[in-house]
RNA sequence: GCCCCCAUCGUUCAGUGGCCUAGGACACUGCCCUUUCACGGCAGGAACACGGGUUCGAAUCCCGUUGGGGGUACCA
């Protein structure tokens, strides 16, 4: 087979099976394509592989269009394969009339006892070949899979990859239902949509050779280029499950990433810009964006680093940007106030979800200390003196944030010690967290001495 | 079981026969800055899975071993 003509314009294809939400290692596959189409200004075609019939659901596809706009990924063509059915039928109908294909009627069980019988080894064994099986209830198409010969391409991550004809076993084409299968599908659409690179997750490499003969069996005499992305894993090497792991880019977005983060961290993981640059705008990844480049070897998930991605990107933000786009995490806060605290809340988060928890003593109650911060902090010598002076002055200060730090750490001169620690503990519940005078300066005087107080009261 | 694939610091990416006493980033440790935390600065530990070849020379090429993963549906 021949290669699909490189000087034709590159059409790329991102096609998801609609689950209700898009998985990361989908979302890397979409932003692969994307970058080269985008990369060789090419066409970015987005295909619902939907043909399994309880996953043509439109609520199930609005997620996926959701979070690849989240990401930034657009798309210049759209289609949905249960839209399709009858050139797919057509298609099964033709091999049919050509002797590629033959009706089917065993079923599941039958097979696998048979496979059994055989010696263990699963699989279709062709037994209906020749049966001249008529459509009825309970039948199948099956495809007729040469016996002889090698299926091959040369996969621009890979290298070559070759299966015997030998292995593949008469897999169906159209179900009993009367639907049509993945494999012809996603073989006619590629030929009918003139894609000619194929980038896709890696867990599909074992279907190609079904798809290269059907391809063939279409009257292509070529193929597209295939590209086969390694896995994205977990922290045991396997491939990030639904079960187990946070797979749904839609939970990232509730955890308070950024999309610039995570579409640039997930970039990061089987590729890299030339100069060793980790964190750049997405168009200068593009322009040096090549698919020839990518890794082999499956990549860990790091949320440990999309965090630090993360934090970058929220300190790269204008105040006013990060104001808008953190406030929907920030909780029951006046926006008013959110608005004069956020560029210190800015300055110290890795993700937009931490932001309460550095609010919660402005905007309610602060936390009881933990035991061993309180002996920490508390148990010093002339810590009772410092909130006794501290509570004293407080009474009659102005309400500043300059004018509190004067208090505060004019105490501490008097005394000749560190004051603050104490302060903040009585007054915020935890040893570390936002500058202390600016938010403090938004409490009431009353509020701030009862609790200095009570923390007092304690010693 | 069978088929396919993978293998550089804990993680990720760089390295495509000599520039490597293997580099960057994250994470980690220490110090500095700082009356919190974070940021920032400096320093440090940390890897070519193993065994054979090929070659004057191998992290880079070949073979094997080991380890890991993916697939094996009337899912995609």
């Known amino acids: 087979m021949d290669e699909i003509d490189s000087n034709s314009?590159?059409?790329?294809?991102?096609?998801?099976?609609?689950?209700?939400?898009?998985h990361v290692g989908s979302a890397r596959s979409a932003?692969?394509?994307?970058?080269?189409?985008?990369?060789?200004?090419?066409?970015?075609?987005?295909?619902?592989?939907?043909?399994?019939?309880?996953?043509?659901r439109p609520e199930l596809i609005d997620a996926i269009h959701e979070s690849l706009s989240w990401l930034g990924i657009d798309w210049d063509e759209e289609y949905l394969q249960s839209e399709r059915f009858d050139q797919y039928l057509e298609a099964a109908q033709s091999f049919l009339d050509k002797g590629l294909a033959y009706r089917c009627d065993c079923s599941q069980e039958a097979s696998r006892a048979r496979a059994e019988a055989r010696g263990g080894k699963p699989?279709?064994?062709?037994?209906?070949?020749?049966?001249?099986?008529?459509?009825?209830?309970?039948?199948?198409?099956?495809?007729?899979?040469?016996?002889e010969g090698v299926t091959a391409w040369d996969d621009l991550i890979r290298g070559r990859v070759e299966f015997q004809n030998s292995e593949l076993e008469d897999f169906v084409i159209v179900r009993s239902s009367g639907v049509p299968m993945f494999h012809v599908a996603n073989a006619y659409d590629d030929l009918?949509?003139?894609?000619?690179h194929v980038v896709r997750g890696e867990d599909l490499v074992n279907t190609v050779p079904r798809v290269l003969l059907l391809r063939a069996a279409l009257g292509a005499t070529d193929q597209p280029t295939f590209a086969h992305l390694p896995l994205i894993v977990n922290e045991k090497r396997q491939k990030l499950s639904k079960r187990r792991d946070d797979v749904s880019v839609g939970d990232y977005v509730n955890k308070g990433f950024l999309s610039e983060a995570m579409r640039n961290y997930l970039l990061t993981l089987g590729w890299s810009a030339k100069d060793d640059a980790e964190i750049l705008p997405i168009e200068e990844f593009v322009a040096q964006f090549e698919l020839s480049d990518i890794n082999k070897a499956p990549a860990f998930f790091d949320i440990k680093k999309l965090e630090h991605f993360n934090s970058e990107y929220i300190r790269a933000l204008?105040?006013?940007?990060?104001?808008?786009?953190?406030?929907?995490?920030?909780g029951d806060v006046d926006p008013a106030l959110y608005g004069r605290l956020a560029e210190l809340v800015q300055g110290r988060i890795k993700r937009l979800d931490e932001i309460p928890a550095l609010l919660e003593w402005v905007v309610g109650d602060a936390p009881e200390p933990s035991e061993k911060d309180w002996r920490k902090v508390m148990g010093k010598d002339g810590v009772p003196e410092v909130l006794d002076l501290v509570i004293e002055r407080l009474a009659a200060c102005a309400w500043t944030p300059e004018s509190l730090e004067e208090v505060v750490?004019?105490?501490?001169?008097?005394l000749d010690t560190k004051t603050q620690l104490p302060v903040r503990l009585a007054l915020t519940g935890v040893r570390f967290g936002l500058p202390l005078f600016e938010p403090m300066a938004e409490l009431d005087r009353d509020l701030v001495i009862s609790r200095l107080t009570t923390a007092r009261a304690r010693l």
Not at 9 to 22: E, K, W
Not at 409 to 414: I, S, Y
Request: glycine letters at 12%; one cysteine or more.
């Open 123 to 147: 699989g279709y064994d062709g037994f209906c070949r020749d049966r001249d099986v008529q459509p009825g209830e309970g039948v199948v198409i099956r495809f007729r899979t040469p016996d």
């Open 192 to 196: 009918d949509m003139g894609i000619t």
């Open 31 to 56: 932003l692969f394509n994307w970058m080269y189409a985008r990369h060789t200004g090419g066409v970015m075609v987005l295909r619902i592989e939907d043909t399994d019939a309880d996953r043509s």
């Open 9 to 22: 314009p590159v059409r790329v294809r991102f096609s998801p099976a609609p689950t209700g939400y898009l």
């Open 318 to 330: 204008s105040v006013e940007d990060f104001i808008e786009r953190s406030i929907p995490f920030a």
């Open 409 to 414: 750490f004019g105490v501490g001169k008097e």
